[in-house]
C-alpha cells in the first residue's frame, strides 16, 4: 500500500469518525432542546401555564441566547400572577449587550403589558413611547398609550392618544373624546372648580354633540343651583340622546316642573318622547305612571297593553301594570297576569344557562347555545 492511499483511508476515517459524533451527540441535543419547546407549548395551550413556565426556565438556562425563551418566561410570570418577576426577566432581555432591535422592541412590549398588570401606568406608557419612537404609527402601542391614560384617569392625555389612535387607522368609538373632556369636568367639579367643571362640560358637547354625559352633568348642576328650567333643558337632552339611561331623570324632571307649578308640562314631556321614541318601554312606563297619579287608570292601562314586546325582566313595567289592573278591578287579568310571570320567572330561574344565559324550552343539560355542561 503505497503512502497516498494510506492517507486517503486515514482521511476517510477521520471523516466518519466527524460524521458519527455529529449525529450521535449534536443532533439529540437540538431535538432535545426542541422536543422540550413544543412540551412547553403544549402545556400553554393546555393552559397548564406553570409546567410550560419550568420548561421554558430549563430551555433557557441551558442556551441563555434563546432571548425567545426569556420572553416567554416573563410573559408567562405575568399570567400566572406574577408580574414583578416578569418585569425583572424582561428588563434582563432589554439590557443584554448587543441585542437586535427586534428583541429589544419585544421586551419594550412586554415591559408595557407587565407594568399595566401591575397598574403602573406611567412606567408602561414609558414602555409603549419607545414603541413609537421606532414606528410612530405601532398601533398596537397606539392604543396601549390610550387605555393607560384612560386606566390612569389622565383625561387630556387620553384625548391625545385617541386622535393619534384613530390617525392612525383605530376605529375608537367618535364619542370617546367628549366623555373624556365630561370625565375631566367631572374632576374639577369635585375639586370645587364649579366654574371651570361647566367649562369643560361645554368643550365636551362642542366635541361631540351627541355625546349624552356632558347633558346630564350639566343638568345636575342647573339643579343643584335652583335653575331648574336650564337643568329640565339638558336632562331632556340626555334622555334624547341615550333613551336607555335616559329614565334615570324622570322623577327629578317631574319634581323640577312642580317646583315650577308647571306641573301640566309633564305630560307634554312625555308624550314629545313617546312620539320620538315610541318603542321606548321606560318612557310609556313614565307616562303610564303619570297617568295613574293623576287617576287616569284607563289610560295608564291602555298605554302598557299597547307595548308590542313587553319586556317581562323590567320589574316596573310588571308592577306598573298589576298596580292599575289593581285600581281597575280587573281581578281575572290580574290573576292571569300574575300566573303568568310567575311561570316567567320559573322557566328563566330554571332553564337558563349560567354560562351563556341561553334559555331552553325544556330542561337541558348540555346548553344547545354553548355546549356548557350543567353540573348535577
Excluded at 346630564?216 to 339611561?245: C, M, S, W
Aim: aromatic residues 10%.
Amino acid at each position: 500500500m503505497d503512502l497516498i492511499t494510506l492517507a486517503f483511508i486515514v482521511l476517510f476515517i477521520v471523516v466518519i469518525v466527524i460524521l458519527t459524533r455529529y449525529f450521535m451527540f449534536s443532533k439529540p441535543k437540538q431535538s432535545s432542546a426542541h422536543d422540550a419547546e413544543i412540551k412547553a407549548l403544549n402545556h400553554i395551550l393546555a393552559g397548564e401555564k406553570k409546567h410550560a413556565l419550568k420548561l421554558l426556565k430549563e430551555i433557557a438556562g441551558k442556551d441563555t441566547s434563546n432571548l425567545g425563551a426569556y420572553l416567554q418566561v416573563g410573559d408567562l410570570y405575568r399570567q400566572i400572577g406574577k408580574a414583578e418577576k416578569a418585569v425583572q426577566v424582561h428588563q434582563e432581555v432589554l439590557e443584554r449587550q448587543g441585542i437586535s432591535q427586534d428583541y429589544e422592541l419585544m421586551a419594550h412590549e412586554r415591559l408595557a403589558m407587565d407594568y399595566e398588570e401591575l397598574g403602573q401606568f406611567a412606567q408602561a406608557t414609558q414602555h409603549a413611547d419607545a414603541l413609537l419612537k421606532a414606528n410612530r404609527k405601532n398601533l398596537w402601542a397606539l392604543k396601549a398609550v390610550h387605555r393607560f391614560a384612560v386606566k390612569s384617569g389622565n383625561w387630556s392625555a387620553a384625548i391625545k392618544a385617541f386622535q393619534k389612535e384613530n390617525a392612525a387607522g383605530g376605529s375608537a368609538d367618535a364619542l370617546l373624546p367628549a366623555i373624556y373632556k365630561t370625565q375631566e369636568g367631572i374632576k374639577a367639579k369635585a375639586s370645587g372648580k364649579l366654574a371651570e367643571a361647566v367649562s369643560m362640560m361645554k368643550q365636551a358637547i362642542k366635541l361631540n354633540s351627541k355625546c349624552a354625559a356632558p347633558y346630564y352633568q350639566l343638568g345636575k348642576i342647573r339643579q343643584e343651583e335652583g335653575n331648574f328650567k336650564h337643568a329640565i333643558d339638558f336632562f331632556t337632552t340626555f334622555v334624547e340622546l341615550d333613551p336607555t339611561a335616559g329614565s334615570i331623570v324622570f322623577s327629578e324632571i317631574e319634581k323640577m316642573y312642580f317646583e315650577l307649578g308647571q306641573f301640566e308640562q309633564v305630560e307634554q314631556f312625555y308624550q314629545r318622547l313617546h312620539k320620538k321614541q315610541p318603542d321606548n318601554m321606560e318612557v310609556v312606563i313614565g307616562l303610564a305612571n303619570y297617568f295613574e297619579r293623576k287617576g287616569e287608570n284607563r289610560d295608564a292601562l291602555a298605554l302598557l297593553e299597547e307595548i308590542k314586546k313587553p319586556d317581562y325582566n323590567n320589574l316596573s313595567f310588571i308592577l306598573g301594570h298589576l298596580r292599575t289592573l289593581e285600581k281597575l278591578g280587573h281581578k281575572d287579568a290580574l290573576k292571569s297576569t300574575i300566573d303568568d310571570f310567575i311561570a316567567l320567572d320559573r322557566q328563566k330561574r330554571i332553564l337558563t344557562c349560567s354560562h351563556c344565559g341561553h334559555i331552553s324550552q325544556e330542561p337541558r343539560y348540555i346548553c344547545d347555545k354553548c355546549g356548557w355542561v350543567k353540573n348535577t
